[in-house]
C-alpha cells in the first residue's frame, strides 16, 4: 500500500511543471506592444497617449496571475495589448524579458496588417 501511495505521488510530481518554470504564454494575433502606465484607472497613457482601458480589461503580469490596475498605478511597463472595437485597452500582458527580446513585435495598426504572424512560434516577419 505504501509503495502504491509513493509512486502515485512520484507520478504526480513528475507531471507537474518545476517550480518557477516559465511558461510560454500566446499572444493572439491582433496584439500589438507598447508602453503602458496607469496613472489613474481606467485611465492610462499607452505609448505616452491618453487611453482607457475596457469594462473587464484583463491586465496579466509577467508572471501571467491577473493583477488589479490600481495596484500597478505609476511605472511605465512594456507590454502586449489588444483593444476592444471601441478603441479601449481590452487585454494587456506585462512582458518577461525574454518576451520583450521577441522581436520584431508590431506597434500599430498599419504593421499589424501588413507582418506574417506564426501563432505556434509566437513570431513575426516583415513582408
Do not use: H
Not at 501511495?5 to 513528475?14: D, E, N, P, Y
Not at 500566446?26 to 496613472?39: D, S, V
Not at 501571467?64 to 500582458?93: A, E, F
Amino acid at each position: 500500500m505504501t509503495r502504491c501511495v509513493a509512486v502515485g505521488l512520484l507520478a504526480a510530481a513528475l507531471a507537474l511543471p518545476a517550480f518557477g518554470q516559465a511558461v510560454q504564454r500566446k499572444f493572439p494575433a491582433n496584439a500589438l506592444r507598447g508602453e503602458l502606465q496607469i496613472t489613474q484607472p481606467p485611465e492610462v497613457l499607452l505609448n505616452g497617449r491618453a487611453a482607457t482601458l475596457a469594462p473587464g480589461a484583463r491586465i496579466r503580469g509577467d508572471n501571467n496571475m491577473i493583477q488589479l490596475s490600481g495596484s500597478l498605478i505609476g511605472p511605465k511597463y512594456i507590454v502586449n495589448y489588444t483593444r476592444d472595437g471601441l478603441g479601449m485597452v481590452k487585454d494587456v500582458w506585462i512582458l518577461t524579458a525574454e518576451e520583450r527580446a521577441m522581436k520584431p513585435w508590431p506597434v500599430n495598426d498599419q504593421q499589424l496588417a501588413t507582418w506574417f504572424f506564426n501563432p505556434d512560434a509566437q513570431t513575426w516577419t516583415k513582408p
